[in-house]
């Protein structure tokens, strides 16, 4: 009997600090830098990234213990197995697609509002609004485009999307590392001032909390390392997908940190937050040369073209790992035979990304509210699956948990990982806790557990699914 396609098998320790870097830093730090700024300030803003960054530490060092261990597609799905019911290892699944799946349209709608600061042509034919937000054509023509483009790529193979990820990412860098450089040089203390939004010690904490609660959703992607796990080219050393998951998390944190930074550096906070400008525009205005702003959007869109296709990648190994489990309908576990990629997970996400991109603007700001949440639910799974997990010569991971110091060590880390977890969750869903859960949040969750439900139901009809 023949075997199944397999996943390639053809990824390096660089790809693996591309993907996970990559599918954290988008374009956040151009298109929502007013909505960061006002919500903390210059001091909010940087102490909120830097805190989540430390924070996020213990999650990150316990993936790495996981993946080392379990080199599954499924990550949280399969770590989740041993010692939680199928449903429940179903919905860490699938809350993390979501995770990893929002991005995509975020990504398809902001490629329009790149463009746009560019050709303002992009803001002509209107179509239709989505609260208050106006859809126009050559936006949404673009957002469609990208998302094709970022599917065509992933369907052709593991090895395309990773050297376009290396490209891309390390592009990004080179140019982040220009400007910074010319705006530390160029820049001045006094357009800090106030350092937070909101004055007073109690105003300084609150700005920190508002810019901490959305920073889950801008550092998601860290993990992804492991949906890839199974990609990695032979002779792999599995220690290096904890080295390129923490050197991920810890380059991603000090970058949004230095560019917030240096933005606040260069001009003056409060006119930016009140004229609701773009990073670039900052730059632009300070130099006044439209060059330094040329180069920033270009940094913007190779962010851009590398988070859409790293959490395009994660989102569809997820889908993968459900399928082949029958936690959902098994097509989902279909492999191409010939580019070893997961195909219909592919075309399908292409799908819902082109259909969620239909929204417009409207889309961008309540999305990372989402995704908090999101990623919180999915890592705290994940943690607690790891200080759960009995010996049993079945699961792999077990047999590094039979005593000694390096295993109680390890437990709290991933202890501390779980209360980081529930931390970032109750932030989202307590009412009392300023910039909680509104309405328009509640009813995105909603849909995407609604439709996770019509996935299970489809799963117990589906030939050879289990009961």
């Known amino acids: 009997m023949t075997a199944p396609p397999a996943l390639h098998k053809t990824l390096s ?3 693996y600090f591309t993907f996970g870097f990559g599918s954290m830093v988008g374009v956040g730090w151009l298109v929502v830098m007013d909505d960061w700024l006002g919500r903390g300030g210059p001091g909010g803003a940087m102490v909120g990234f830097l805190a989540g960054g430390v924070a996020l530490l213990p999650i990150a060092r316990t993936y790495g213990r996981l993946v080392r261990e379990v080199p599954d597609a499924g990550a949280e799905i399969a770590y989740a197995e041993p010692v939680f019911p199928p449903f429940l290892s179903f919905a860490a699944g699938w809350i993390m697609v979501l995770a990893y799946a929002i991005v995509c349209p975020w990504e398809a709608v902001a490629i329009g509002n790149l463009l746009a600061r560019i050709f303002p042509g992009m803001n002509g034919v209107a179509l239709y609004d989505v609260a208050g937000k106006t859809i126009t054509a050559p936006r949404l023509v673009a957002g469609l485009g990208l998302t094709a483009l970022v599917g065509v790529v992933n369907y052709r193979g593991i090895r395309t999307s990773g050297r376009f990820q290396n490209v891309t990412t390390l592009g990004l860098l080179a140019c982040f590392a220009v400007f910074a450089a010319l705006g530390l040089a160029r820049g001045t203390p006094a357009t800090l001032r106030p350092l937070f939004a909101a004055p007073g010690a109690t105003g300084a904490l609150l700005s920190v909390v508002l810019v901490t609660q959305i920073v889950p959703y801008f550092m998601t992607g860290f993990e992804g390392v492991a949906k890839t796990s ?22 991603g944190a000090l970058f949004y940190v230095i560019v917030v930074g240096v933005v606040a550096l260069v001009y003056p906070w409060r006119d930016l937050v009140a004229n609701r400008l773009g990073t670039e525009a900052a730059f632009a205005r300070a130099f006044r040369s439209p060059a330094i702003a040329r180069l920033v959007l270009l940094a913007a869109f190779l962010s851009l073209f ?36 997961p195909a219909t997970a592919i075309l399908l996400l292409a799908g819902l990304s082109g259909a969620a991109a239909l929204l417009g603007d409207a889309l961008l700001v309540p999305v990372t509210e989402v995704g908090s949440l999101a990623a919180g639910v999915g890592w705290c799974a994940a943690c607690l699956a790891f200080v759960l997990t009995r010996p049993h010569p079945s699961y792999p991971l077990s047999a590094t948990r039979r005593g000694g110091q390096g295993v109680r060590s390890g ?52 030939p050879g699914g289990a009961a």
């Open 230 to 251: 199974e990609e990695a080219r032979p002779g792999f050393d599995p220690r290096d997908f904890g080295r390129a998951i923490t050197l991920a998390l810890v380059a």
């Open 13 to 15: 320790i660089l790809e």
């Open 306 to 341: 590398k988070v859409f296709n790293g959490n395009f990648v994660a989102a569809t190994r997820l889908m993968l790992a459900l399928g082949r489990r029958a936690l959902v309908h098994p097509g989902l576990a279909a492999v191409h035979p010939r580019f070893g990629t």
């Open 411 to 462: 437990e709290v880390t991933a202890w501390a990982g779980v209360l980081v977890s529930l931390a970032i969750i109750a932030m989202k869903v307590v009412p009392a806790v300023p910039g909680s859960f509104s309405a328009a949040e509640w009813t995105a969750l909603a849909g995407w557990c609604a439709l996770g439900a019509v996935f299970w139901a489809t799963r117990r009809r589906a």
